[in-house]
């Protein structure tokens, strides 16, 4: 079963169980890979790959969401963000830990034989294609500054 075929039927028990919060985050997915699905340039069909892209995504725009309204003084606000953002994280792989993702880091470093901060954006095209969904472009983009700063 695909992502998108997922989130359909996820979106019918939400129904059924009357849970606002994930009928809300999941119509809200609907939206994107209907989106996506028929884009120009799109084949008509929604790989799991681009559908992962797309959550991780929606995550960090309810995360970022979330901080705009905890500045703004609207707690209740960031909580709905936040409740529709772990609903959206459930259809997300595992998260590498800090250690593995050091681990799998070191190991591109020593594939693509880079030898200091200048080989930064070797390492980072890699990095990003091979940890797609397993870890955020962030924390990937510090570890290689630090491993690569040594």
Do not use: W
């Not at 609903?87 to 591109?108: N, R």
């Amino acid at each position: 079963m695909t992502l998108f075929e997922r989130i359909s039927e996820d979106i019918k028990h939400a129904m059924l169980d009357k849970n606002k919060v994930a009928l809300d985050a999941l119509r809200g997915v609907k939206k994107e890979f209907l989106e996506a699905k028929t884009a120009k340039g799109s084949d008509g069909e929604l790989h799991d790959d681009k559908a992962l892209q797309i959550l991780q995504k929606m995550v960090k725009q309810r995360k970022e969401s979330a901080q705009m309204y905890l500045d703004a003084n609207r707690p209740e606000l960031a909580e709905d963000e936040l409740a529709q953002c772990k609903v959206i994280e459930k259809y997300l792989p595992a998260m590498l830990s800090e250690a593995e993702l050091t681990e799998v880091l070191t190991a591109i470093i020593q594939q693509v034989g880079a030898q200091g901060p200048q080989d930064m954006g070797k390492v980072m095209g890699v990095a990003t294609k091979q940890l797609a969904g397993k870890a955020e472009g962030k924390a990937i983009n510090l570890k290689v500054r630090e491993l690569l700063s040594k």
